[in-house]
Nanobody, 127 residues
Framework: QVQLVESGGGLVQAGGSLKVSCAASGRTLSSYVMGWFRQAPGKEREFVAA????????SYVASVKGRFTISRDNAKNTMSLQMNSLKPEDTAVYYC????????????????????WGQGTQVTVSS
Protein backbone atom coordinates (compact mmCIF):
# COMPACT_ATOMS: atom_id res chain seq x y z
CA GLN A 1 0.00 0.00 0.00
CA VAL A 2 1.03 3.59 -0.42
CA GLN A 3 2.25 5.92 2.34
CA LEU A 4 1.58 9.65 1.99
CA VAL A 5 3.38 12.56 3.64
CA GLU A 6 2.28 16.18 3.26
CA SER A 7 4.54 19.20 3.54
CA GLY A 8 4.57 22.91 2.83
CA GLY A 9 1.92 24.20 5.19
CA GLY A 10 2.41 27.37 7.16
CA LEU A 11 1.14 30.83 8.03
CA VAL A 12 0.33 33.31 5.27
CA GLN A 13 -1.54 36.60 5.05
CA ALA A 14 -4.84 36.88 3.23
CA GLY A 15 -4.25 37.33 -0.47
CA GLY A 16 -1.00 35.42 -0.33
CA SER A 17 0.04 32.10 -1.84
CA LEU A 18 1.19 28.77 -0.50
CA LYS A 19 2.00 25.42 -2.05
CA VAL A 20 1.44 22.17 -0.23
CA SER A 21 2.92 18.93 -1.48
CA CYS A 22 2.34 15.23 -0.98
CA ALA A 23 5.10 12.66 -1.34
CA ALA A 24 4.23 9.01 -1.83
CA SER A 25 6.20 5.89 -1.03
CA GLY A 26 5.54 2.19 -1.12
CA ARG A 27 3.76 2.17 -4.46
CA THR A 28 3.82 4.23 -7.60
CA LEU A 29 1.49 7.20 -7.47
CA SER A 30 0.21 6.57 -10.99
CA SER A 31 -1.89 3.71 -9.60
CA TYR A 32 -4.15 6.16 -7.76
CA VAL A 33 -6.60 8.91 -8.28
CA MET A 34 -5.38 11.57 -5.86
CA GLY A 35 -7.24 14.15 -3.86
CA TRP A 36 -6.79 17.02 -1.43
CA PHE A 37 -9.14 17.48 1.50
CA ARG A 38 -9.17 19.94 4.39
CA GLN A 39 -10.58 20.06 7.87
CA ALA A 40 -11.12 23.22 9.88
CA PRO A 41 -11.60 23.11 13.67
CA GLY A 42 -15.07 21.90 14.57
CA LYS A 43 -15.94 21.08 10.97
CA GLU A 44 -16.09 17.93 8.91
CA ARG A 45 -13.34 17.03 6.47
CA GLU A 46 -14.23 18.45 3.07
CA PHE A 47 -13.15 17.84 -0.50
CA VAL A 48 -10.89 20.43 -2.09
CA ALA A 49 -9.55 18.99 -5.35
CA ALA A 50 -8.90 15.74 -7.20
CA UNK A 51 -6.74 14.70 -10.13
CA UNK A 52 -6.91 11.69 -12.41
CA UNK A 53 -4.16 9.07 -12.58
CA UNK A 54 -2.53 10.61 -15.61
CA UNK A 55 -3.14 14.18 -14.51
CA UNK A 56 -5.35 15.12 -17.45
CA UNK A 57 -8.55 15.56 -15.45
CA UNK A 58 -9.09 17.71 -12.38
CA SER A 59 -11.98 18.62 -10.14
CA TYR A 60 -12.37 21.40 -7.58
CA VAL A 61 -14.83 22.45 -4.93
CA ALA A 62 -16.54 25.66 -6.04
CA SER A 63 -15.02 27.77 -3.28
CA VAL A 64 -11.45 27.26 -4.58
CA LYS A 65 -11.99 27.22 -8.34
CA GLY A 66 -9.76 29.76 -10.03
CA ARG A 67 -7.57 30.09 -6.93
CA PHE A 68 -6.18 26.59 -6.36
CA THR A 69 -4.42 24.30 -8.82
CA ILE A 70 -3.83 20.59 -8.26
CA SER A 71 -1.01 18.87 -10.11
CA ARG A 72 0.98 15.67 -9.98
CA ASP A 73 4.35 14.34 -11.11
CA ASN A 74 4.09 10.58 -11.34
CA ALA A 75 7.76 10.24 -12.20
CA LYS A 76 8.66 11.87 -8.88
CA ASN A 77 5.75 10.25 -7.00
CA THR A 78 4.50 13.63 -5.83
CA MET A 79 1.36 15.72 -5.93
CA SER A 80 0.89 19.39 -5.15
CA LEU A 81 -1.75 21.99 -4.47
CA GLN A 82 -0.87 25.55 -5.41
CA MET A 83 -3.06 27.93 -3.44
CA ASN A 84 -3.35 31.57 -4.51
CA SER A 85 -5.47 34.47 -3.27
CA LEU A 86 -5.82 32.74 0.06
CA LYS A 87 -8.64 33.71 2.39
CA PRO A 88 -8.99 33.26 6.15
CA GLU A 89 -11.70 30.68 5.49
CA ASP A 90 -9.08 28.50 3.78
CA THR A 91 -7.49 27.92 7.19
CA ALA A 92 -7.50 24.19 7.88
CA VAL A 93 -5.42 21.06 8.07
CA TYR A 94 -4.87 19.89 4.51
CA TYR A 95 -4.72 16.17 3.76
CA CYS A 96 -3.71 14.31 0.63
CA UNK A 97 -5.47 11.06 -0.15
CA UNK A 98 -5.25 8.20 -2.62
CA UNK A 99 -8.05 6.21 -4.25
CA UNK A 100 -6.90 2.85 -5.66
CA UNK A 101 -10.14 1.85 -7.35
CA UNK A 102 -10.42 1.96 -11.15
CA UNK A 103 -10.88 5.53 -12.24
CA UNK A 104 -14.45 6.65 -12.78
CA UNK A 105 -15.96 9.92 -13.85
CA UNK A 106 -16.66 12.21 -12.25
CA UNK A 107 -13.58 12.05 -10.03
CA UNK A 108 -14.39 11.00 -6.46
CA UNK A 109 -15.08 13.79 -4.00
CA UNK A 110 -16.18 11.91 -0.88
CA UNK A 111 -13.97 10.99 2.07
CA UNK A 112 -14.94 7.27 2.00
CA UNK A 113 -13.82 6.97 -1.63
CA UNK A 114 -10.19 7.40 -0.60
CA UNK A 115 -8.41 4.55 1.16
CA UNK A 116 -5.05 6.09 2.05
CA TRP A 117 -4.37 9.35 3.84
CA GLY A 118 -1.45 11.47 4.93
CA GLN A 119 -1.11 12.95 8.40
CA GLY A 120 -2.02 16.46 7.28
CA THR A 121 -0.31 19.83 7.17
CA GLN A 122 -1.62 23.00 8.79
CA VAL A 123 -2.43 26.02 6.63
CA THR A 124 -3.30 29.21 8.46
CA VAL A 125 -4.41 32.36 6.65
CA SER A 126 -4.42 35.54 8.71
CA SER A 127 -6.70 38.46 7.95
Amino acid sequence: QVQLVESGGGLVQAGGSLKVSCAASGRTLSSYVMGWFRQAPGKEREFVAAISRGGGLTSYVASVKGRFTISRDNAKNTMSLQMNSLKPEDTAVYYCAADPTPQTLPLPTSVPAYDFWGQGTQVTVSS
